[in-house]
């Protein structure tokens, strides 16, 4: 851990900026966040940029005087009130800032006086991050929606993505899990939410996503599947909904250790893979041996969420490649699982001698003016990626995502050496 | 901190049209139907294109985290480029609890240990501002320490929009640095560019015409801006706010305090340039200046002119309607009339009082001035046959289910549609729209659905 008294270029994002994207795999939801206007115009900013489509979210717009004289409850209670002027969501996910925590305003108090169905969830920014406010708030809609349950359908599966995996890959994912003869369902599913498409009603609240009621019913789900560690204990969370259902935690889904081991698993729940998985495996195990020549020798800087940095690291270590260090935006459990000489919780400017040695960089776009600098290949990957058009479906993960995540780092790698 | 007076004296701008019939200024903004920054956001806004100082954001990592490096101010700064950086002091639990000063002042010396920048700007925070960190005293003793300005920025998102967080910064730098430095020289020529951010190099557009007249940029605030260049700004003939209402308290006070004159222009498209240069020209009351003004403007504009002739025979006879906020709604309309279309309405929804005065003016008797456009810029592309809609995102959709054009107007924009060589940027992208045939095949409906 960086024992600098400061961030410089920092690859850090809040809390509550994960809770809203959190929020957008609901369908007909409006992320509601309890704090100054600014907070939410920013994240609303950033991930229009990063989708290149409307972003639902609304603000309670606390301001010196509400700080000051009001617990909450007023803004939160007007601001569901003029949203209902628009618009009826279905579902209301109402998260604090640092503003509001620091003041102590009480959620759970303000939530209960709403008509609407509401989830609340305690978000600060100034603790945990991006990927620990995506996980608080799946963890508070399986608390606060989900109905316990004694039976199962012995078909269901719940999965639980975790905060950097893109549209498309929970759409794999899910097809993923069907293959193997069960159905699906994702909590958040961006897959249908912020896949990119061309809609109606655009941006007045979330276009697509996980409905409310399957939420509800997802306790019947013969097991849960956690996608990387920070979603392990929202997956003890639901399972105590349902004493038959099984846990399964799998750290990734990147490479083809990581899906082996989510295969396995699900021919442990009695699941048989189809024809197109295996072919699938079969297509990866040719593509390893196809790209190891060029990635075998590189160098790579990969900087990111340490879920998704698990995943990435373990794929390229796969074919030999060697990730001179691993740039984690938060510190996790789960970095001691990293595939790099090095894992480090910091910032752009703690990366930047490592960077001079490198190959090739894979993180977000604030690396672009790195990479240019130093003369280095990249590929852009995690939030934000402000530059690329259709980042939501680019697919890196399970069998066929790893095919083409390696093949995309083998030729970028070497383009960049052939033309620089 | 602020001190109430200035707070109450921000909000209440006497120079905005719009204080002159509301008993109070800036409003507060409406829970769950507020979209738009914060003060903190607009202090940035105006401050962060100083590229020769660090901006150090003292708060938690949303402030910073998700704001650095989003804004295409250019500069010519050598070195370090410190409007592309992000420095935060990444606020965390513990300094909530126990303060964030001494951190704040470990930040600063960080900062100047390791880049020298000339100038540190800090910023407090809805966070910072709560738990009472006192930003004035540790800046002071920093400047002291350092022998640099240490300007501290009071701008707690909650004290209100972008606007107001403009002023806030505008009030920083009159407080901290303005008359704080000689200039080497001056001539009776010297201005200063206020409001200009030179986002896509939009000054870089007319600044060298203006030199070529022979009169100075003697700062700005902040395009291209060099925190060394405002200190001297005292002594300036002229203040030019450049599309910038909120930082007319700024000019005003230098008029208070220096006798500065001020005056308010926009470089957007042929008339309004050349409207700019011209008052700039004639506020300096130099005869000389005005005519040799008068000539190059002329000049500029035959070159323009020759240029957009293939432009404007295409754009004969083509509607547009215009959805932006402030003074997009205005300026954009002006540039597009320069190109020969025609503009049935523009949307004045997030405008202020000004804005709509001027846009009026621009569009004419017959303007349609749009206070709901989502509900009225359907019907008027049907009534109206319009050729193409320029506005944000959400309104994609409406261009497509009319097969008409569409320019994302509020997307963060890469090239310069600024002076008059930005026009023909402008031009050449309207012109593309128009051309291309994306608009009425994405919008197409499904072999497998009916036609409705």
């Given at each position: ?19 809203t994207l959190a929020f957008l795999g609901v369908k007909e939801c ?54 209902t002027k628009k618009v009826t969501p279905k579902l209301i996910g ?327 | ?397 409406t261009a497509l289910k009319n097969k008409i054009a569409f320019v ?45």
């Open positions: 851990m960086s024992a600098k008294p400061l961030q410089v270029n920092p690859i850090k994002l809040s809390q509550p900026m994960g809770a409006m992320p509601l966040m309890h704090g100054a206007q600014g907070c939410a115009s920013f994240t609303k900013v950033f991930y229009t940029r990063h989708f290149h489509d409307p972003i639902a979210i609304q603000t309670t717009a606390v301001n010196d005087i509400t700080a000051v004289f009001d617990g909450g409850d007023v803004g939160i209670v007007t601001a569901v009130e003029n949203i109402l998260f604090s800032t640092g503003l509001t925590e620091t003041k102590g305003d009480d959620l759970r108090g303000a939530a209960s006086k709403l008509t609407l169905p509401v989830v609340w969830v305690n978000t600060p920014d100034y603790e945990g991050g991006f990927e620990s406010g995506w996980a608080l708030s799946v963890e508070a809609m399986i608390t606060q929606l989900v109905k316990p349950s004694s039976t199962i359908d012995s078909a269901k599966i719940a999965v639980l993505p975790h905060s950097t995996m893109k549209p498309i890959e929970v759409e794999r994912l899910k097809e993923f899990i069907e293959g193997f003869g069960f159905t699906a369902v994702a909590l958040p599913d961006l897959s249908t939410s912020l896949d990119g498409f061309l809609g109606e009603k655009q941006g007045q609240l979330s276009a697509g996503g996980v409905e409310v009621q399957d939420i509800m019913e997802l306790a019947s789900s013969m097991a849960v599947i956690a996608v990387g560690g920070s979603m392990a204990k929202a997956a003890g969370l639901l399972a105590q909904k349902n004493p038959l259902m099984k846990t399964v935690t799998v750290e990734s889904i990147g490479g083809l250790g990581a899906t082996d081991t989510l295969a396995k698993a699900l021919c442990d729940l009695g699941g048989r893979p189809s024809e197109k998985i295996k072919r699938w495996r079969a297509r990866l195990q040719d593509a390893m041996l196809d790209t190891h020549f060029i990635l075998g020798k590189a160098k790579v800087v990969v900087a990111g969420e340490p879920d998704w940095l698990v995943g990435v690291c373990s794929a390229l270590h796969e074919v030999g490649a060697t990730v001179s260090v691993a740039l984690s935006s938060v510190t996790s459990p789960v970095l001691q699982n990293v595939k790099a000489d090095q894992t480090i919780v910091g910032d752009l400017e703690d990366v930047q001698r490592f960077v001079e040695e490198c190959d090739m960089i894979i993180g977000n776009c604030h690396f672009e003016r790195v990479a240019k600098k130093y003369h280095k290949s990249l590929i852009v990957r995690g939030f934000p990626d402000w530059e690329s058009v259709g980042s939501q479906l680019f697919d890196d993960c399970l069998y066929e995502g790893g095919c083409g995540f390696l093949f995309n780092a083998a030729n970028t790698l070497e383009s960049h050496r052939a033309h620089g | 901190m602020l001190a109430r007076q200035t707070i109450k004296e921000l909000y209440n701008e006497s120079s905005c049209s719009h204080n002159a019939e509301k008993k109070s200024g800036c409003e507060k903004p409406k829970p769950g139907a507020t979209t738009g920054g914060c003060a903190f956001e607009g202090a940035q806004i105006s401050l962060f294109p100083y590229a020769d100082a660090v901006h150090l954001v003292h708060g938690p990592i949303t402030c910073l985290g998700a704001s650095w490096e989003t804004r295409q101010t250019k500069t010519s700064v050598a070195g370090y480029d410190f409007t592309q950086m992000g420095f935060t002091t990444d606020t965390s639990v513990n300094d909530v609890i126990f303060g964030g000063d001494k951190k704040l002042s470990d930040a600063i010396d960080y900062c100047v240990g390791h880049y020298a920048p000339s100038a540190v700007f800090v910023y407090s925070t809805c966070v910072t501002a709560l738990i009472g960190d006192d930003i004035d005293a540790v800046c002071k003793d920093a400047a002291a320490r350092h022998s640099i300005p240490v300007v501290p920025v009071h701008s707690p998102g909650f004290l209100g929009g972008k606007n107001f967080g403009s002023r806030i910064g505008g009030e920083a730098v009159l407080e901290h640095l303005v008359g704080t430095l000689e200039p080497e020289t001056t001539t009776p020529y010297d201005i200063n560019l206020i409001g200009e951010y030179n986002v896509t190099g939009d000054m870089w557009q007319y600044t060298p015409l203006l030199e070529s007249l022979g009169i100075r940029i003697l700062s700005t605030l902040a395009g291209d801006g060099r925190v060394e260049r405002i200190r001297t700004a005292h002594r300036a003939k002229l203040n030019v706010i450049v599309c910038a209402k909120s930082l007319v308290t700024f000019t005003r006070k230098m008029n208070e305090r220096y006798g500065i004159p001020f005056i308010s222009v926009s470089f957007y498209g042929k008339r309004d340039t050349s409207r700019a240069i011209l008052e700039i020209a004639t506020a300096l009351k130099d005869d000389e200046l005005i005519e040799r003004t008068k000539k190059l403007i002329e000049s500029e504009e035959a070159k323009l002119e020759a240029k957009l002739l293939e432009y404007k025979a295409f754009f004969a006879g083509k509607k547009a309607i215009l959805n932006t906020g402030g003074n997009k709604s205005w300026s954009i309309a002006s540039a597009l009339q320069d190109l020969g279309l025609e503009v049935v309405a523009t949307s004045v929804n997030k405008a202020t009082e000004d804005d709509i005065e001027k846009a009026r003016e621009y569009l004419g008797e017959n303007a349609i001035l749009m206070k709901v456009p989502g509900v009225e810029q359907p019907k008027l592309i049907k009534e109206h046959n319009v050729d193409i809609l320029l506005a944000g995102g959400r309104s994609l959709y994302d107007v509020n997307q963060e924009k890469k090239i310069s549609y600024g002076g008059y060589e930005g026009l023909l940027n402008l031009a050449e992208d309207v012109m593309h729209a128009l051309k291309n045939p994306v608009f009425k095949l994405a919008g197409s409906t499904a072999p497998w659905e009916v036609e409705s």
